[in-house]
């Protein structure tokens, strides 16, 4: 069964700190990684997706990178903002049962 | 483009009563998934649908939980009879296509059950 973790499960920056958010995952037969936001009250929004076969996906401020051999990915986001505020959930689809299975997520806080 | 509705959006019931969630994916979408999220945990699959058949339902607590999808396009989740420990927030995501598709979640529906 995989077993997703994400460490801290809390963190607090003062703004424009670079922030880096770490994921591990026990099995390595993962056909994709996701970095998903969560904000209070509402649903899961899509920031980054890696293929099982990238080391990296960038966007904007963020940049997610994936090490399957060692079961982790890491989600920088440069530049902090007050707005990055949010619960930031990794999970990774199974390419043996194609379920997703998610991390707990890290609380992150961003201090004008 | 529409995302995926869900309601209530907030609902308090007491253990032993029953309670219903509705969601309305985003049109033309073929999977449908219900998670349920207790705080301070990712959420957990309880059951996938394709159109309107079930592709897995193997974490969905089958003695109080149901689900339907009717003409494979709305579902709804029911809870009969609620425990304490099904407090928690049930998001509904849909997807275009099965597999490893990007999952599009809605607002969920947070469940107090006193």
């Known amino acids: 069964k995989q077993e997703v973790t994400q460490i801290p499960a809390a963190l607090s920056v003062p703004e424009g700190e670079n922030l880096v958010l770490n994921c591990s995952f026990t099995d390595s037969a993962i056909y994709n990684l996701q970095w998903f936001r969560q904000d209070p009250g509402k649903g899961l929004t899509s920031l980054l997706l890696i293929q099982s076969s990238q080391r990296e996906q960038t966007s904007g401020r963020l940049n997610a990178s994936l090490d399957k051999s060692s079961g982790r990915s890491t989600l920088y986001i440069a530049a902090s903002q007050p707005g990055d505020s949010a619960t930031y959930l990794c999970?990774?689809?199974?390419?043996?049962?194609?379920?997703?299975?998610f991390g707990a997520g890290t609380t992150v806080t961003v201090r004008a | 483009e529409a995302g995926v509705a869900q309601s209530p959006r907030y609902k308090i019931i007491e253990k032993r009563q029953s309670v219903a969630f509705w969601c309305n994916p985003i049109?033309?979408?073929?999977?449908l998934y219900w998670y349920q999220q207790i705080l301070g945990q990712g959420p957990k699959l309880l059951i996938q649908?394709?159109?309107?058949?079930?592709?897995?339902d193997s974490q969905l607590p089958k003695d109080r939980f149901s689900a339907e999808r009717l003409k494979g396009v709305d579902s709804t989740l029911k809870i009969q009879p609620a425990k304490l420990e099904d407090s928690a927030v049930y998001l509904c995501?849909?997807?275009?296509?099965?597999?490893?598709?990007?999952?599009?979640f809605g607002p969920g529906t947070r469940l107090t059950v006193l």
């Open positions: 999970a990774v689809h199974g390419s043996n049962d194609y379920k997703l299975s």
């Open positions: 649908f394709q159109n309107n058949g079930v592709v897995d």
């Open positions: 049109s033309g979408h073929a999977t």
């Open positions: 995501a849909s997807s275009p296509f099965a597999g490893t598709d990007t999952q599009y």
